[in-house]
């Protein structure tokens, strides 16, 4: 059971605008930010989003994340098939001393 | 460019010990907090542990708290992670992570603890 929850799937078609979610608690996202994590079959982690809402150098522009109160989410624009991984929200927490992350969301490209 | 390389993991007994280690090059190790993350097979991420830049803080997961110890050496540029104890669930790869907000991470060490 992961501290932080995300929805085990998502889908959308090439083209569509997909969100994914991810709720946590005052411990967490709560009080601090959040980053995203993009994951490919086969490959380590990779950051997509930081400090909740910034995206690292080589992030194309249609990632794009926010969060409010104690929840945060991911959205993916103009949707692509390379797009299909799975995505890891994750924040640090006070009352753990330590990360804590979502059990990962299944993006397919329909 | 940033590289994280991990080594050390293998197949090991329940009960048994193994030392990971991470080689860093391509950015000021010493500048940066560093983690164990881990990834169960087919399962998601769990962080396993951190060290501040000095070694002075660190932390652990309860799941590994006295079993594991995080370690590192800013003249080798390396991090390491002794596993003592070990239990089939800790069964994953292992991935060496930089910084505060797990900025790079390396492609991994398998870790399977079987008898």
């Known amino acids: 059971q992961s501290v932080l929850t995300q929805s085990p799937s998502a889908s959308g078609t090439p083209g569509q605008r997909v969100t994914i979610s991810c709720s946590g608690s005052n411990s967490n996202i709560g009080s601090t930010t959040v980053s995203w994590y993009q994951q490919l079959p086969g490959t380590a982690p990779k950051l997509l989003i930081y400090?909740?809402?910034q995206r690292p150098s080589g992030v194309p522009d249609r990632f794009s994340g926010s969060k409010f109160g104690t929840s945060a989410s991911l959205a993916v624009s103009e949707l692509q098939s390379e797009d299909e991984a799975d995505y890891y929200c994750a924040a640090w927490d006070d009352s753990l001393t330590g990360w804590v992350f979502g059990g990962g969301t299944k993006l397919t490209v329909l | 460019e940033v590289q994280l390389v991990e080594s050390g993991g293998g197949l090991v007994q329940p009960g048994g010990s193994l030392r990971l280690s991470c080689a860093a090059s391509g950015f000021t190790f010493s500048g940066y907090e560093m983690n164990w993350v881990r990834q169960a097979p087919g399962k998601g991420l769990e962080w396993v542990s951190y060290i501040s830049t000095s070694d002075r803080t660190v932390y652990y997961a309860d799941s590994v708290k006295g079993r594991f110890t995080i370690s590192r050496d800013n003249a080798k540029n390396s991090l390491y992670l002794q596993m003592n104890s070990l239990r089939v669930e800790d069964t994953a790869v292992y991935h060496c992570?930089?910084?505060?907000?797990?900025?790079?991470w390396g492609q991994g060490t398998l870790v399977t603890v079987s008898s």
């Open positions: 992570v930089r910084g505060g907000i797990l900025d790079y």
């Open positions: 400090n909740s809402n």
